[in-house]
């Protein structure tokens, strides 16, 4: 079983949807949990971190469940520019090793 | 510079050969890694280093791997006698050390033929 799992998708929306993915995570000692975001042909770059009592950024909603060890991103009013691989990445106790899943395309369509 | 920087952006070689792949981390960030991306999959982690010195190469896929990294700054990823299967981009990262957070350089992709 994977570390960090996602379904690959690719998830295609036409603009304004609202799409949401998930991820799971096997290490329930894992510490923290981030969604990175990777253009094609592109280095991943940081979207967002994701806290236990949820967070956003604009028309981007984390949320974290530890419990289940479940970790989801909504995207709201989905513009072209989404399009993307989405990363769900978690980190170790110390912060320094961060586990990366497969990742979850996103192509959004006039 | 401002960002990770690597070098060569594509480098292509013959099955056998060695390569050696450069990465420049982010002046001042002690950590560095490097990742393996092959096509549509995710980061295959490699190796860590803090300053000059590597606590984990758990990842590294062979002893025809080995990392280095001078003067807690420059590191270089050598592969030794490449195989086809080597084909990939490779992908470094560095760290200030903020919780999580890695900033990538643009990648080497390599060509085994």
């Known amino acids: 079983r994977k570390e960090v799992e996602q379904d690959p998708g690719p998830f295609n929306v036409p603009e304004g949807a609202t799409v949401a993915f998930n991820c799971t995570y096997s290490?329930?000692?894992?510490?923290?949990f981030f969604w990175y975001r990777q253009d094609c042909r592109k280095e991943p770059k940081l979207l967002m971190s994701v806290y236990s009592s949820g967070n956003e950024d604009g028309r981007f909603t984390a949320q974290l469940n530890r419990a289940s060890q479940y970790i989801s991103l909504l995207i709201r009013d989905s513009k072209l520019s989404d399009s993307a691989t989405y990363l769900c990445?978690?980190?170790?106790?110390?912060?320094?090793?961060?586990?990366f899943g497969g990742g979850t395309r996103l192509m959004v369509k006039p | 510079g401002a960002g990770v920087s690597q070098s060569p952006s594509n480098k292509v070689t013959e099955k056998g050969k060695d390569v050696e792949l450069r990465c420049d981390p982010i002046?001042?960030?002690?950590?560095l890694y490097w990742y393996r991306q092959s096509l549509g999959q995710g980061l295959e982690f490699l190796i860590y280093?803090?300053?000059?010195?590597?606590?984990?190469k758990s990842g590294l896929p062979s002893d025809r791997f080995s990392a280095e990294r001078t003067g807690g700054s420059v590191s270089t990823l050598t592969i030794q006698r490449t195989q086809q299967e080597d084909s990939a981009v490779y992908l470094c990262?560095?760290?200030?050390?903020?919780?999580?957070?890695?900033?990538f350089g643009a990648g080497t992709r390599l060509s085994v033929l």
């Open positions: 002046s001042g960030h002690t950590a």
């Open positions: 990445v978690v980190s170790n106790n110390a912060g320094n090793m961060l586990t």
């Open positions: 290490n329930s000692a894992s510490q923290s």
């Open positions: 990262a560095s760290s200030s050390g903020t919780w999580g957070i890695q900033y």
């Open positions: 280093f803090q300053g000059n010195s590597a606590p984990d």
